[in-house]
């Protein structure tokens, strides 16, 4: 079967969200805008929709696929690589995972990434310290570590199990289903056993960019299931030959376009900043 335009589309328009979510995430973390900007309730209920909406057409590509575990092994691959970016460009992953377990984070420990240059002191908090004469790593640590209300956004996290970990894990999963010829109504049926005994985030990992297995592999094997009548070409005629432009061009690369977005929009705001001096 040829490519269906209508998916391509909405999955372009899906990825070209969470570009704009992270660039506004960037300006956030550097303050650049309100948090009310993107931490909102309209946001809040946006967000894990279009989420959704992209991990239902994973899904539904699964029953399009000739290879689900060569697919899902290729974005695993991708997914580790995101994770070895994430823990080496962070000050110290060990020191962001420690804050986001819950344990003490020390002005000491800051200061020390401030004297090895791997934090840079928002000019408000240089600002502060020289109006009252802090100086020193330790004192310029606690200061900052006063500034914010949890140290994550100074720190940052790395992430361990993010959109394409829970995409690769579902591909995986449904790969081997296939084989034992386990249908999707009964993964979804298990899942459901599983949050009825409480169980609504696994694995629970300190992550950013968290997208637990559970519950959103509902919305993955709900796509399996529908990716069913889809292929078959049970859909109405014009479902198959809506005819869209640009979106499904995006949607065709969704993949490459994920992997590249946050360095490039880094690249955008180092660019802005050194012109800016």
């Known amino acids: 079967m040829t490519r269906i335009q209508l998916l391509d589309g909405l999955r372009g328009f899906c990825i070209l969200l969470v570009i704009a979510y992270h660039f506004g995430y960037n300006l956030v973390a550097r303050e650049y805008i309100p948090r009310e900007a993107l931490y ?12 959704g909406v992209f991990i239902v057409l994973a899904g539904v590509s ?8 060569k697919r899902g092994l290729m974005l695993l691959g991708c997914a580790l690589l995101v994770t070895a970016v994430s823990l080496t460009v962070l000050p110290d992953p060990a020191l962001s995972l420690r804050a986001v377990l819950g344990h003490e984070v020390t002005g000491a420990e800051v200061g ?3 004297e090895s240059g791997k934090i840079t002191l928002h000019e408000t908090i240089a600002e502060e310290a020289a109006k009252r004469g802090i100086t020193g790593p330790d004192a310029l ?3 900052a570590l006063s500034y914010y209300d949890v140290p994550y956004p100074l720190i940052g996290t790395p992430v361990l199990f993010g959109i394409l970990h829970l995409l690769a ?8 289903l296939e084989k034992l010829r386990i249908t999707a109504p009964a993964v979804v049926l298990g899942a459901f056993f599983l949050l009825r ?5 696994w694995p629970n990992l300190p992550s950013a960019d968290y997208f ?10 709900f796509g399996v299931w529908l990716g069913g009548p889809i292929r078959e070409g049970t859909f109405p005629q014009w479902f198959y030959e809506m005819k869209i ?3 499904p061009a995006i949607g065709r690369r969704t993949l490459l376009i994920y992997l590249l977005h946050q360095p490039a929009l880094y690249g955008i705001l180092w660019v802005v900043e050194a012109v800016r001096g």
């Not at 699964?62 to 575990?69: E, T």
């Open 112 to 114: 020390a990434l401030v």
């Open 169 to 176: 894990a579902c591909i995986l999963l449904y790969a081997l």
């Open 245 to 247: 432009p640009v979106f």
């Open 212 to 221: 637990p297995l559970v519950p959103w592999v509902f919305a993955f094997f």
């Open 141 to 143: 640590g606690s200061l």
């Open 197 to 201: 005994l409480g169980v609504t985030e």
């Open 40 to 51: 909102n309730p309209v946001l809040e209920v946006l967000q894990p929709f279009f989420a």
């Open 62 to 69: 699964s029953r399009f696929s000739r290879s689900n575990l």
